[in-house]
T-cell receptor, first 110, second 114 residues
Framework: GQQLNQSPQSMFIQEGEDVSMNCTSSSIFNTWLWYKQDPGEGPVLLIALYKAGELTSNGRLTAQFGITRKDSFLNISASIPSDVGIYFC??????????FGAGTRLFVKA | KAGVTQTPRYLIKTRGQQVTLSCSPISGHRSVSWYQQTPGQGLQFLFEYFSETQRNKGNFPGRFSGRQFSNSRSEMNVSTLELGDSALYLC?????????????FGAGSRLTVL
């Protein structure tokens, strides 16, 4: 079945540093989404990408939809302590089934 | 708008028992999806309901079942619980944004099986 490989699994960074994480798949997707999960909460949508090559920003977050439609990247600039959490990539290929990656757990040291 | 509400938030069961979890979607949302979250495995898709019909199903054994009512509220049931069923079960209702199916999640029901 469809699987997403998300890396890295975890990151320990200093406040103010930039962060990059990515997601790859052996299958193509029509839509890529990035979610963030805070402790004790459900994931919340950060960015949605709809076209191959698309680059979209949301404040300090920037995400890209890979040209091959098999990958996506999320960058966080100038990290702050509240960026701590689990970041999930997710892919959709038509229909209403969303496949999630295993998540990147981000730790930020003040 | 109220968010997605899941009950109970926490529960403890023993092996062999069954459990029913409830999810109330955002008002007006007709699609409800269920996911199992375990450390290291991310979110594993269980099933999705739309207008009381199961529209998609993940690769889980038949012990996992669900249903949706006419008011869009959904329940999932796990029978003959196993230790490995311990997880956070997330429900999400969805809406369409530029053709994408955007999931809004509840806070989850954390199940511990002893």
């Amino acid at each position: 079945g469809q699987q997403l490989n998300q890396s890295p699994q975890s990151m320990f960074i200093q406040e103010g540093e930039d962060v990059s994480m990515n997601c790859t798949s052996s299958s193509i997707f029509n839509t890529w989404l990035w979610y963030k999960q805070d402790p004790g909460e459900g994931p919340v949508l950060l960015i949605a990408l709809y076209k191959a090559g698309e680059l979209t920003s949301n404040g300090r977050l920037t995400a890209q939809f890979g040209i091959t439609r098999k990958d996506s990247f999320l960058n966080i600039s100038a990290s702050i302590p509240s960026d701590v959490g689990i970041y999930f990539c997710a892919g959709q290929l038509g229909g209403f089934k969303t496949i999630f990656g295993a998540g990147t757990r981000l730790f930020v040291k003040a | 708008k109220a968010g997605v509400t899941q009950t109970p938030r926490y529960l403890i069961k023993t092996r062999g028992q069954q459990v029913t979890l409830s999810c109330s979607p955002i008002s007006g949302h007709r699609s409800v999806s269920w996911y199992q979250q375990t450390p290291g495995q991310g979110l594993q898709f269980l099933f999705e309901y739309f207008s009381e019909t199961q529209r998609n199903k993940g690769n889980f054994p038949g012990r996992f079942s669900g249903r949706q009512f006419s008011n869009s509220r959904s329940e999932m049931n796990v029978s003959t619980l196993e230790l490995g069923d311990s997880a956070l079960y997330l429900c999400a209702s969805s809406w369409s944004l530029s053709g994408a199916n955007v999931l809004t999640f509840g806070a989850g029901s954390r199940l511990t099986v002893l």
